[in-house]
Structures are given as structure tokens and as C-alpha cells.
């Protein structure tokens, strides 16, 4: 079996999991993305599925624009739409990359749902792979961070699924040779300031004292093994100490401190901050431990971490919820069912106007509304839940049964929320 037969056998062997009708391709025009699309153009044909082929310019490049053109052009020669969507970087921004990559992610998300899309491909090779578990090791990750890059996830909404992690850079490369076809090499890849591209640069070092990428791919396995006994001992300690509340706070019994091992309970802890915050990542080792010291002593009252709230209860138990500041506002909605602030299952009984938004309670929301809503019980935790407002006056507050055209619901129970650390 040539080249070209085993790269068109593996792709075939990693789409077989999907009976979508149609898929979506993030292309950028590099030599990974265009060896994906090639081989995606041919199994589209070869399965009668359609494919949709989508690019964004971040606007961090001048050659950006010049990529955008050759992808179209190449995705309509071999006859797939293509659409570009653009990026505008924001004027404070603190790791560019990794505002760069949640912005792409969020564009296409809500691209594939306007397309009916349900699936987008995205073109990471083993040597990615690689790269990614070895900057993850030199920033101090744990066991979850050695795993490396899921195959399939789900984010926003869309199913993300990586075909190639079985296929090195250059394989596909040399396939784009052997057809004669062309891609456009991103500069940055050779800029050494970008942990990435050092990672890229040692890996043949590594291999003179016999560290290849067999070797490290296997020790991600090994770690994704080893994740899942220790998620199955976090789920037992979140089952004897955690208590999930009907307005999304969660009580933490401190005892989970004294009777569990260290990576236990910051594990647990992990998932609880994730969904709460409706964040993909979790806090950094060192600000967890931090917290963890915080909440533990016994003068402790309050204090915040990546948008959630800690707050003493009692000398045995904190309770963790929303940090009104952080949810944001929303008003061009393309639908009257949407998810909001990451956890939120939000139903509009009409279509907003120009001046009406969902946004927190927050403070000023609830005095507005204290009077009005007489003895019913108040919990801090209502003034990040959302609520719909008409230029600043509040309309309808849920959590209050307050006003018309807004209901909502957690879009968990108990056991989707232990889901926040098991499967991501």
C-alpha cells in the first residue's frame, strides 16, 4: 500500500464514526489543512456527504488576506463552498494566541449551527500532538495536561473531531506532492518566540537520548488512563462532600480537605470553578492551591477565583457561586432558546427589541426590584442569574418571578455537573 492509499485508508477508517450528511472543515491554507481538505474532497465523493470549508482571518498577519483568497479558491476548485469569517482582535487583550483560538472557535461554532452543522473537522497531525504534551510539560501540567489533545470533543455547541492525529506533517506533505498540489506556509511557524515553535525545534534533540514521538504519544495514553482512576475517586469525594443548590451555588463540605488526597479535592474543586464559570479550562495549579489555603482558614470569608465566588457559610462549609461582574450582556440573539454564561438554559417568550438585553441581576438590577418583589427570599447567587432588561430597567428576573418574557433553567443536574471534570 503506497503513501497516498494509506493516508486515503486512515481517514476513511476515522470519519466511518459519523453518518452526518454534511461536515465542516476549518481550513487555513497551511499544509495540514489543505492535505485534510484534499482528503476530505475524496471521501465526500467516495460516500455521497457534503462539505463545507471555512476560514478565519484573524487580522494578525498581513499575508492573512492573501491565505483567505488561496483557500477559497482551492476549496471552489475542487467544488465545496467556503466561507470566510473575520476576527477583530480587541484593543486589551492578554495572550493573544489564546484569545485568537477561543475567537475562532466561537466564530465557527456559530457558523456550523447556521449551516446545520453538527461536526467540524480540524486538522492537528501526531506532530502536534507532540508539540502541545511537550508545552504542556514545560508549564508544569499534571496527568490531565500530559493527555494531550482529545480526538473528539464537544465545545459551543458543535462536535470538534481531529482525523489526523494518526498521520505525521510530513506524510501529508509528501501526499500534496505526489498530486502536485500547492499550500501557503504560515511565517510564524518559524519565529522562535512562540513556545510552539521551540517545542517544534526540540523534539529532534529528544530524539538523540532515544525521547521520539512513539514514546511520548504512549505516555499520553498512559495518562489518560490514569485520569480516569482518579476522576472516579473525585466523583466519589464530590458525592460525599459536594451539594449541587436549585439556583446553581454549590456547597462544599471543608472535609473534603482532611479525609482526601491533595489532587482529589483540586480536581474536584477544578470542576466545580468550570461549571460554574462555564469555562473549558481550568485554573492553574498554583491558584487553585492558593484558594484551596484560603478557603481552609479559619478566619476565612470570602474571596474570587477565574469568575466564581467562595464565601464562608459556616466553620465547616463554603459555598462557591457566580461572580455577578463576570456573565456577559447579549442582545443579537438568532434564537429565542440559547445557553448563556456557559450553564444557562435560556427561553425568550418574544423577540428582543434594539434596547433589550440578557444580561446579570447584578446589584443595581436587584434594587431596582427590591421593593417590588416584597418577602421573597433573596440569595446573592440571583444577581448573576440572567435576567431581561429594557435599556437599564429590568424586565423579567426568573430567579424572583419577576416580569414576563424571560425563563430559565441550569442546563445540569448533579450528574451532568460532575461531567465538567470527567470529560474534559
Known amino acids: 500500500m503506497n503513501l497516498q492509499e494509506k493516508l486515503k485508508y486512515e481517514f476513511q477508517n476515522q470519519m466511518d464514526k459519523f453518518d452526518d450528511d454534511k461536515i465542516g472543515l476549518a481550513v487555513s491554507g497551511g499544509g495540514d489543512s489543505v492535505g485534510m481538505l484534499v482528503l476530505a474532497s475524496e471521501w465526500a465523493k467516495l460516500n455521497s456527504k457534503k462539505i463545507y ?4 482571518n484573524h487580522h494578525l498577519r498581513k499575508e492573512a488576506i492573501e491565505e483567505v483568497v488561496f483557500t477559497r479558491k482551492f476549496a471552489k476548485k475542487l467544488g465545496h463552498s467556503h466561507s470566510t469569517l473575520e476576527w477583530q482582535r480587541p484593543s486589551q487583550v492578554g495572550n493573544l494566541q489564546s484569545q485568537a ?3 475562532r472557535k466561537r466564530l465557527i461554532s456559530n457558523w456550523a449551527k447556521k449551516n446545520k452543522i453538527k461536526t467540524v473537522l480540524l486538522a492537528h497531525t501526531i506532530d502536534d500532538q507532540v508539540e502541545t504534551i511537550l508545552m504542556r510539560f514545560s508549564r508544569g501540567s499534571g496527568v490531565d495536561g500530559l493527555i ?7 465545545m459551543n455547541g458543535i462536535l470538534w473531531f481531529r482525523p489526523l492525529l494518526n498521520i505525521t506533517r510530513n506524510n501529508l506533505r509528501k501526499f500534496l506532492v505526489l498530486k502536485k498540489l500547492n499550500w501557503v506556509e504560515d511565517p510564524t511557524n518559524e519565529e522562535r518566540k512562540y513556545l510552539r515553535v521551540k517545542s517544534r525545534n526540540i ?16 505516555t499520553s495514553v498512559r495518562m489518560e488512563n490514569a485520569k480516569k482512576v482518579l476522576n472516579d475517586v473525585a466523583v466519589e469525594a464530590f458525592n460525599n462532600f459536594i451539594t449541587l443548590k436549585k439556583w446553581g451555588d454549590i456547597e462544599v463540605n471543608k472535609d473534603i480537605f482532611n479525609y482526601c488526597r491533595e489532587d482529589t479535592f483540586l480536581r474536584t474543586l477544578a470542576g466545580i470553578i468550570k461549571g460554574i464559570s462555564g469555562s473549558i479550562y481550568r485554573p492553574r495549579y498554583k491558584e487553585l492551591i492558593n484558594f484551596v489555603e484560603d478557603l481552609n482558614n479559619k478566619n476565612f470569608k ?12 459556616s466553620q465547616s462549609k463554603v459555598v462557591l457561586r457566580r461572580e455577578p461582574s463576570h456573565p456577559l450582556c447579549v442582545s443579537n440573539l438568532k434564537s429565542k432558546n440559547f445557553i448563556w454564561d456557559g450553564r444557562w438554559l435560556v427561553f425568550l417568550s418574544k423577540t428582543l427589541t434594539k434596547s433589550e438585553y440578557i ?3 447584578g446589584d443595581i438590577g436587584y434594587q431596582q426590584i427590591k421593593k417590588k418583589v416584597g418577602n421573597k427570599i433573596y440569595n446573592e ?3 448573576s442569574t440572567p435576567t431581561l432588561f429594557k435599556k437599564d430597567k429590568v424586565i423579567c428576573s426568573p430567579a424572583f418571578k419577576f416580569g414576563n418574557g424571560l425563563s430559565c433553567k441550569l442546563q445540569y443536574k448533579k450528574k451532568q455537573f460532575i461531567n465538567c471534570f470527567i470529560t474534559h
Open 53 to 56: 470549508v471555512v476560514t478565519v
Open 101 to 103: 483560538s477561543l475567537a
Open 148 to 154: 494531550g489533545m482529545k480526538k473528539l470533543i464537544e
Open 203 to 218: 523534539i529532534s534533540q529528544l530524539r538523540e537520548i532515544g525521547i521520539n514521538t512513539d514514546l511520548i504519544v504512549n
Open 302 to 313: 470570602a474571596r474570587t477565583l477565574s469568575g466564581v465566588l467562595a464565601r464562608a457559610i
Open 359 to 361: 444580561g446579570p441581576l
Open 381 to 383: 447567587c440571583f444577581l
